[in-house]
């Protein structure tokens, strides 16, 4: 289980992340929604103690993350699709990281083929396509085999075979009885992939609830969401006629 | 069982070190150079008359050196600028929340491994000069005699200290052309400044790199007012753990 408590970031002046209280609860996909800049990658970020919280703080099974005797069999993170040196293999990459948890390296040949990787595990990793990227950045996630994960914007840049796949994937992993969270701004994608949604707009928790629930009332899912998030929407475009 | 510690993550820094293509051309550039530089300048001295000593030999035939600290201090810097650089960091970071411990890995392996080249190059500077001057009337500075093996050994130190320094000017700017542009300058810009003391050059200019390597840890006897070789090589190890402490320091609260 991930609980945040009045988790807060401040860049200056400018709240990222405020207050914001939420337990993700294993066993169902959590989808975590927000528009462009709300906040979700910092709370993601705060999350794996790669960005110190001003204010709250942020557990893992009721511990910090800096306290997890084995990080990444712990928790499985995605963060971006370039979290990884360009010069270095697929294959190295992964056998690197499990290096440092004492994960086995027949841990790295299983995850290499969960993504599909396996034939350009020798290349080198900046030659990948973004959907590649994503798919070893899955894999690092997979890497420790953990009970918690952790995904920002993982459908980005994958093909559609590739977005019914991490669908699939992550549905698999929470009726393992895993708590996973899912970042993304896409509400049609997670509509399909969530069971439950964390909708945050400038930093702010904006509703937690199911996606049957949201939707009620609306003619569209896409409809209530963004009725939900209009307030907190900081970019807007207009119609170019 | 009970966590990972130093062990398993300084295995992770090994990995890492030897999976990218920079750590190889660094190292096989640092042995060329020293190797090359060597050679030029025993073959510089085959006609020289009067005949050059041993020492004048074993001396300038080490002074690959100059060029091999730029290229092994950008190879410490490269372990922590390159995965900031990447966003390889985020990844370390997250499989190692202990970020201490990640830095005493890349110290440790990267001071390990650069000393090893720093050694193989230093004796690849001395092999060259002694093998150019093969068939002259040229002494040579066989390293059985301790005279000679000192300078050598303490060449590699020299190197790997400056590794170390590249580390921890890495960890500081966190930027791989800020922190190699920072080493050049630390390396190079204090032995022009000394001129700048005139008299009282020499009491500093025993505490300047390059100088250090140039006239007491790279040569069979110190200059006159400098420190023997191997105090110069013990002062070069301390700036390289105050550049690996102060890198730790900032790396404890930096976001990352």
Redesign the interface.
């Known amino acids: 289980m991930i609980e945040l408590r009045e988790l807060t970031k401040r860049y200056g002046d400018r709240v990222a992340v405020d207050r914001l209280n939420v337990r993700v609860q294993p066993g169902v996909v959590t989808g975590f929604l927000g528009p462009n800049g709300s906040g979700k990658s910092t709370t993601m970020r705060m999350i794996l103690g790669l960005d110190a919280p001003d204010h709250g703080e942020a557990l893992i099974g009721g511990v910090p993350y800096a306290d997890l005797s084995w990080p990444l069999r712990s928790v499985g993170a995605l963060l971006d699709a370039g979290a990884f040196h360009p010069g270095r293999s697929g294959h190295a990459h992964l056998t690197a990281l499990a290096a440092s948890n004492d994960i086995p390296a027949s841990r790295v040949e299983r995850v290499l083929r969960v993504v599909g990787l396996s034939d350009a595990a020798t290349r080198r990793a900046g030659t990948y396509s973004l959907g590649m990227r994503q798919r070893l950045g899955v894999a690092v996630a997979l890497l420790g085999d953990p009970g918690v994960l952790l995904l920002d914007e993982p459908v980005n840049g994958l093909d559609p075979e590739g977005i019914r796949w991490i669908r699939n994937l992550l549905r698999g992993l929470a009726a393992e009885g895993r708590t996973v969270l899912v970042s993304s701004h896409l509400i049609t994608e997670m509509a399909l992939t969530a069971d439950r949604l964390v909708v945050i707009g400038r930093g702010r928790l904006l509703a937690e609830t199911t996606v049957a629930e949201l939707a009620a009332g609306h003619d569209t899912l896409e409809d209530a969401f963004l009725r939900l998030t209009a307030p907190t929407t900081d970019h807007r475009g207009t119609e170019t006629s | 069982m009970?966590?990972?510690g130093f062990r398993?993550?300084a295995?992770?820094?090994?990995?890492?070190l030897r999976?990218?293509?920079?750590t190889r051309w660094l190292a096989a550039g640092t042995v060329v150079a020293m190797a090359a530089t060597g050679a030029g300048v025993g073959l510089g001295y085959r006609w020289h008359t009067p005949v050059a000593t041993a020492a004048q030999i074993l001396n300038n035939s080490l002074s690959g050196a100059i060029l091999a600290q730029l290229l092994l201090g950008a190879l410490g810097a490269l372990t922590v600028t390159?995965?900031y650089g990447?966003?390889?960091i985020?990844?370390?970071?997250?499989?190692?929340?202990?970020r201490r411990t990640v830095l005493a890995a890349k110290a440790a392996v990267g001071g390990g491994v650069t000393l090893a080249v720093g050694l193989a190059g230093s004796l690849a500077g001395w092999l060259g000069g002694q093998l150019a001057i093969a068939g002259t009337a040229i002494p040579t500075a066989p390293l059985v005699d301790w005279t000679n093996l000192r300078p050598v050994l303490l060449t590699g130190v020299y190197l790997a200290a400056t590794a170390l320094i590249g580390v921890g000017v890495g960890a500081l700017v966190r930027h791989s052309g800020a922190a190699v542009g920072l080493l050049f300058a630390l390396l190079f810009v204090p032995s022009f400044a000394v001129g700048l003391f005139g008299e009282s050059g020499v009491a500093v200019g025993r505490f300047v790199p390059l100088l250090m390597l140039l006239n007491s840890i790279a040569v069979t006897s110190p200059m006159a007012g400098l420190f023997a070789g191997w105090v110069s090589a013990l002062v070069m190890c301390g700036y390289a753990a105050v550049a690996v402490l102060c890198g730790a320091v900032l790396l404890r609260?930096r976001?990352?």
């Open positions: 009970n966590g990972y398993q993550v295995r992770m820094e090994w990995v890492k999976s990218v293509r920079s390159g995965e990447s966003g390889m985020r990844s370390t970071f997250a499989a190692v929340p202990r609260h976001d990352a």
